[in-house]
């Protein structure tokens, strides 16, 4: 089943002689469980191409649709409630609440969606994920690895129709990163979770089930 | 060790970083310059309360003195310039009155000795010009006398026919004729019709400076702050004589020291703001800084050299502020109060308010920089010590806490309050700030409450209008106030109760009554305006034979006053309740009220009185049941040193065969009953011989003061808001950008503005409630004390509650918008531009 379709991306920057074509046509279509990395060097459009698919930026043209909904005719705050359902996000950097332990940081999205965690899930994450002895502790209290895991658990425990990670492992150490990809993998294979994985770095994209290569802002198969 | 010139260097880099943060600095020029604004309004508002009182003083005197002396001999004139403390005495005497226009006004003539004129009549005069009258047929004039004379352009050396009459008791100088050469005149603060005349014409009027209400002896002192101890010292040493007493002040002193702890009370209030203010953006911008300091540090840069690096920053801030302020706080001071309170009361250009020294700017530069250096100081010291490692490392926003229990619900509420708290240091500052602002506010609106014309007029009057037969005084038979106009007045529409008071002189035999008043007379003779010798003196007088041929009365004099059941019940009501109704009612027993109020009557609690009413030869008695301490007498005419006995108006019909209504006390069905006070007024137009005195007249009288001070109030209050709102907006708006990527965080997990919106709102009212409650918890004991430490009026305290909601509505109002609007201002664009930054 199609959770993901793409269809004639286009992002520009700037006008005339300054255009940037960080996307120019995008198409792409991705299925319920799959795990895709998308690699490319640096400033070629994947980190844009991430932030279309989850709706933080605004296309120039072109769809996003993300389990049936067309991203384009939701309004900022729609938007915002279409994030904390239906994505979760893990940034390089973590973005983790600093005044937030483990456990709020990772409930937080239902609880401002106003649902109450299942609190089973949570825990069965936390175990997974290494950090049930963590989950009172605030993210300056854990390492970068700690942090990361904090994230995914953040990103999984809404069960959204997609998760999207950016470089989650540029900030961690070689053992860290296959340590966090390795969960990544088991999470999705685990709970069909589909996972678009933004990353430059060719051996961590062989980790995915299906690898897309963007260049110039076209994508590639 | 050889000297490194690295000033230049310091100065250069100094200067670059200065220009590259100019919106910073500029908030930081924007807050030395309100707080010199602010210093330099408090000590100009401080200076002209001062002024404005001397002024009064002067307005109300027309002369400079502190205490005096009524009918002096020369001897005491003597005794007085010599005591120690003594500066200048300075005798006057009212010798004669002319005729005004239209024989309605008199103008009062003077002679005053060349001390009187030289150093305590020309220091109180706006201007003058000329010489003082030196023969008998030349005069001084008061510019507002000329004006009744019809001269509004006098000039020395005109010559003016005045019709005038000695005041000598058993002179026959009355409606003389003199052609007058006019030798000068003056212009004083208050209008007063009086002049003066030379020493031959005092002479020539026979008036004496003895004779009782003509000579005054004005003493001016040393230091105007006098205690009580000094004016008996002074009493006894000049050795007063009959029912002599020194006109002074006894709680000068307390109402000096009260005032000053107010005006201390508001400038420390100001220094601490003004303090948090720059401590709050100098702090602001090193934590912004910081890890350019480290870097700084790192290639070598000593504590030092570090330290003026900063103070060259915060130098050029203070040139640029500083000056600004003043100039600003200058401008304020001489013209928008002033213009203010000429829109107010609707008079342009009404009398200065605000007066202004020189001086006065270089004392505001000079706290301004004390508040400067001490909101700099910490910091300065701290950049100074800081290793580079520790500058790489700071994070204002992390909190040491290593873990926190899982909370069961991370509400908006709840992370609100966490944010609130996440930075003490800020929250302290910009919670004090609200407090300090609250506080004043309470406390201001207490003082201007308790001072407000009403409350000041309903403390001190107990009725809304009094008619007073004032010539009782003259002749005790005089029956002014007539049962029948009693009865019209009780008539009146919007008139709710008319309270009769009756009054009559008695005469106690000394044999009779010494011993039972002995201890009540022991408590008079140590009151400070009494001399001891002057006492024993009337005592001798009243024991032997009763005339006192120096006040031309009888010694053992008393009074007394027949009530209403009306009357009755506003002095049981005063007294708590105290007096039994019934009994006094019944004519069982008389309450008893001492000297001026100020000695107790205890004493004679119990205790039968026997006196001779005056034109009675029958003796009679009354038993006093109760004593009037701390009741206001319901009578105004003088007692002497006796008390006043106080009795129902059936008793007192008993005991005087002719009743004489002294005063009669009305109370409005409406205070301040603009109706009831005409339809007053007008029936008592035909009758010249009683004295109408309304709370609303007098009200009238003193709105302008009452609209000076809330001029003043609420000037500084709006200063001291504008400069805490800022410092809260400043600190709110740092502490929203230092989260700015936390916030975009949120919203990337899924947090809508809306929720971020009410975040921020929730954020603000946390703030508005925690300042709240503090101002009202420290600020309602604070305004309790203040306003008792300068309750002039003995008004009870009362916390005005619709301006104070007003202001807590405004403050959570404030509180809750400014966050909001910071934050949609700030964090604005493309979510993932905010999410790299």
Redesign the interface.
């Known amino acids: 089943m199609e959770i993901l379709s793409v269809r004639n991306l286009k992002k520009y920057y700037g006008a005339g002689d300054t255009l940037v074509r960080a996307l120019d046509g995008v198409d792409l279509s991705v299925e319920q469980g799959e795990f895709v990395a998308v690699v490319g060097s640096s400033g070629n459009g994947k980190s844009t191409l991430l ?1 279309m698919l ?1 709706g ?3 296309p120039t043209s072109g769809s996003v649709c993300v389990a049936g909904h067309e991203l384009s005719r939701l309004s ?2 729609e938007l ?6 239906k994505i979760g ?1 893990v ?1 390089q950097d973590y ?7 483990v ?2 940081n990772i ?3 239902m ?3 106003g649902k109450k965690p299942d609190r089973e899930f949570v825990e069965e994450l936390l175990k997974r994920l290494g950090l049930a002895e963590k ?4 993210p ?2 854990l390492s970068g690895g700690q942090q990361q895991r904090v994230a995914i658990a ?1 990103a999984l425990a809404a069960k959204p129709a997609i998760l999207l990670a950016d470089e989650p492992t540029g900030n961690l150490d070689s053992r860290t990163s296959q340590e966090v990809l390795g969960l990544l993998k088991a999470t999705s294979e685990c709970y069909s979770q589909t996972i678009v994985m933004i990353t430059h770095n060719q051996e961590i994209a062989q980790l995915a089930g299906r690898i897309i290569r963007i260049e110039d802002g076209k994508v590639y198969e | 060790m050889i000297k490194v010139k690295n000033k230049k260097i310091l100065r250069a880099l100094a200067g670059k970083a200065y220009r590259g943060n100019l919106r910073q600095n500029l908030m930081m020029v924007v807050s030395i310059a309100m707080t010199a604004f602010l210093i330099t309004v408090v000590f100009s508002l401080g200076v002209s309360y001062y002024k404005t009182v001397t002024e009064r003083n002067l307005a109300s005197e027309g002369i400079q003195y502190d205490v005096a002396l009524p009918e002096p001999t020369d001897e005491q004139i003597r005794k007085t310039r010599e005591f120690d403390g003594v500066k200048d005495a300075g005798l006057s005497v009212k010798c004669a009155v002319v005729d005004g226009k239209d024989n309605q006004d008199r103008i009062r003539l003077y002679w005053a000795d060349e001390i009187c004129w030289e150093k305590q009549c020309q220091p109180a005069y706006v201007r003058w010009e000329g010489t003082y009258p030196k023969n008998e047929n030349e005069i001084m004039l008061s510019l507002q006398s000329l004006a009744e004379l019809g001269i509004e352009q006098p000039e020395c050396g005109m010559e003016i026919a005045l019709t005038w009459g000695s005041l000598a008791a058993e002179s026959d100088l009355r409606d003389c004729e003199t052609v007058f050469r006019l030798t000068g005149w003056f212009e004083e603060y208050g209008n007063h019709n009086n002049g003066y005349i030379a020493k031959a014409f005092y002479e020539k009027t026979g008036v004496k400076q003895t004779d009782m209400t003509n000579g005054l002896l004005y003493i001016s002192l040393e230091n105007p702050l006098y205690s009580s101890a000094y004016i008996k010292k002074l009493g006894d040493q000049i050795g007063l004589t009959g029912n002599q007493v020194i006109y002074s002040d006894p709680y000068l002193l307390t109402k000096f020291i009260r005032l000053t702890a107010g005006l201390v009370f508001l400038t420390v209030m100001t220094l601490i703001s003004g303090y948090l203010f720059v401590y709050n953006l100098f702090y602001i911008s090193v934590s912004r800084e910081i890890r350019n300091y480290g870097q700084f540090k790192t290639i070598g840069m000593t504590g030092s050299q570090m330290k003026t690096y900063l103070l060259w920053q915060i130098g050029w801030s203070v040139l640029l502020g500083a000056p600004s302020g003043l100039l600003l706080g200058s401008m304020t001071a001489l013209g928008a109060v002033p213009h203010l309170l000429g829109v107010f009361s609707g008079e342009s250009g009404k009398g200065q308010v605000v007066a202004f020294h020189p001086m006065l700017l270089l004392f505001a530069a000079i706290f301004t920089m004390l508040v400067v250096w001490s909101g700099c100081r910490q910091l300065l010291r701290k950049v100074a010590g800081l290793t580079p490692i520790e500058a790489v490392r700071f994070h204002e ?3 040491p ?7 069961k ?3 908006i509420f709840r ?1 609100a309050l ?2 609130v708290f ?1 930075n003490r240091k800020r929250f302290v500052i910009s919670a004090a700030s609200l407090c300090m602002i609250v506080m004043v506010y309470l406390v201001v609106s207490v003082v201007l409450q308790q001072n407000s014309a009403k409350s000041v007029l309903n403390q001190q009057y107990r009725y809304d209008a009094r008619i007073l037969n004032s010539r009782l005084l003259d002749d005790p038979e005089y029956a002014g106030i007539t049962e029948a106009l009693a009865e019209q007045v009780g008539g009146v529409d919007g008139i709710k109760t008319v309270r009769r008071v009756y009054s009559q002189e008695v005469q106690y035999d000394y044999e009779d009554t010494y011993e039972i008043m002995r201890a009540y007379l022991e408590d008079v003779s140590e009151l400070p305006m009494m001399s001891k010798d002057q006492m024993k003196e009337n005592l001798d007088i009243w024991k032997n034979e009763s005339w006192n041929e120096k006040n031309g009365s009888y010694q053992g004099k008393g009074r007394l006053v027949g009530i209403n059941e009306a009357e009755f019940d506003v002095l049981n009501a005063q007294a708590g309740g105290r007096f039994d109704k019934a009994a006094f009612l019944r004519g069982e027993g008389a309450i008893a009220f001492g000297f001026l109020s100020n000695v107790s009557t205890k004493s004679l609690i119990g205790k039968t009185l026997r006196f001779q009413v005056y034109g009675q030869a029958e003796e009679e008695s009354v038993t006093v049941k109760w004593s009037g301490d701390g009741v206001e007498e319901p009578n105004v005419l003088p007692n002497d040193v006796l008390p006043g006995m106080v009795v129902c108006e059936e008793r007192f019909r008993q005991v005087v065969s002719v009743p004489i209504m002294e005063l009669l006390d009305v109370e409005y069905e409406a205070a301040f009953d603009t109706a009831a006070n005409q339809a007053l007024t007008e029936l008592l137009e035909n009758h010249k011989d009683l004295r109408l005195s309304t709370k609303l007249d007098d009200y009238e009288r003193m709105y302008e003061n009452e609209l000076r001070l809330r001029v003043i109030g609420s000037s500084l209050c709006a200063i001291l808001a504008v400069l805490t709102f800022l410092n809260y907006g400043n600190m709110m708006a740092v502490s929203i950008q230092s989260r700015r ?2 916030l975009a ?11 971020q919106n009410a975040m921020m709102a929730a954020e603000g009212s946390i703030y508005a409630v925690i300042a709240g409650g503090i101002s009202l918890a420290a600020g309602v004991p604070l305004s309790y004390v203040t306003a008792g430490a300068v309750n002039t009026y003995h008004t009870p305290y009362q916390l005005p509650a619709l301006p104070n909601l007003l202001l807590f509505a405004v403050l959570f109002a404030f509180c809750s918008v400014i966050p909001v609007a910071l934050y949609r201002f700030l964090h604005r664009g ?3 531009e905010l ?1 790299k930054k």
């Open positions: 932030h989850g933080l930026d605004v900022e705050n915002a409630i279409f994030r904390r359902r996000f940034f973005n983790l609440l600093p005044l937030l332990n456990y709020e409930v937080l999205p609880q401002l969606d989950q009172e502790s605030l300056n209290c953040r | 926003s992390i909190r806490r290593r873990q926190r229990r899982n909370t619900e991370v509400g992370m966490w944010n996440r990527r936390e965080a949120m919203r990337s997990i899924g947090m809508t503005r809306r929720q493309q979510l993932v999410l």
